[in-house]
């Protein structure tokens, strides 16, 4: 089956850092996938929208310019936490749609932590 | 065998019909999510469970820590609640989320 990457699985960053999280389709291509992050003990939030070739469609409420998300190629999305803040600390996940049924694929996640 | 299971995989029902999707997981958890996918969307997380029960409008989602099982209810099912629902869980061990395969319903108007 398709499967999705996500790399690092865990980060550990300084505040004031910037922290890149990889999301790739392993053995297909996908021109659009999410981006997904998870609060301790609350249900997951869809962020953005990742679409190559063009500019992310973000979630209400989630800040442009903190997250910052690139879809560099057809298997490939970049989610780049900026000036993290120990309240950037979560648990993110990312997912690709593969087929005519578009059923998700979900990364294994990345918890960052933000000192 | 898989670490979370759903059934069924696919599920066609008549509209106002009451729908139960099952999910059962191997792993120990910390807690499992309910996540709703409509065709050419993202994920919608419908619930976060950790024990016992809870309802938001038509939709009922129960657990069962002992016997490992979680299911989703939905009551008057309507034609906007045709989607694939997804059950997964936190697992305790591996730290990551597991994810069921997915139930696809379809409700028939």
């Known amino acids: 089956g398709a499967v999705v990457s996500q790399h690092p699985s865990r980060v550990i960053c300084k505040s004031g850092t910037s922290v890149k999280i990889e999301c790739r389709s392993l053995d297909f291509q996908a021109t659009t996938m999410f981006w997904y992050r998870q609060f301790p003990k609350k249900s997951l939030m869809l962020m953005a929208t990742?679409?190559?070739?063009?500019?992310?469609?973000?979630e209400q409420g989630v800040e442009k310019d903190k997250f910052l998300i690139n879809h560099a190629s057809l298997t490939l999305s970049t989610l780049t936490v900026t000036s993290a803040h120990p309240e950037d600390s979560s648990f993110y996940i990312c997912s690709a749609p593969q087929g005519i049924k578009e059923t998700q694929y979900f990364g294994p996640g990345t918890r960052l932590l933000v000192l | 065998k898989n670490e979370v299971e759903q059934s069924p995989q696919n599920l066609t029902a008549q509209e106002g019909e009451f729908i139960t999707i099952n999910c059962s997981y191997s792993?120990?958890?910390?807690?499992l999510h309910w996540l709703q996918q409509h065709p050419g969307g993202g994920i919608v997380s419908l619930f976060m469970l950790s024990s016992g029960k809870k309802k938001h409008g038509r939709l009922i989602a129960t657990i069962n820590i002992q016997e490992k099982h979680s299911s989703l209810h939905i009551t008057a099912s309507h034609p906007r609640d045709s989607a694939v629902y997804i059950c997964?869980?936190?697992?305790?061990?591996?730290?990551?989320?597991?994810f069921g395969p997915g139930t696809r319903l379809s409700v028939l108007p």
């Open positions: 792993v120990g958890i910390s807690a």
């Open positions: 990742s679409n190559e070739g063009s500019k992310a469609t973000y």
């Open positions: 997964a869980v936190y697992d305790n061990y591996g730290q990551n989320f597991v």
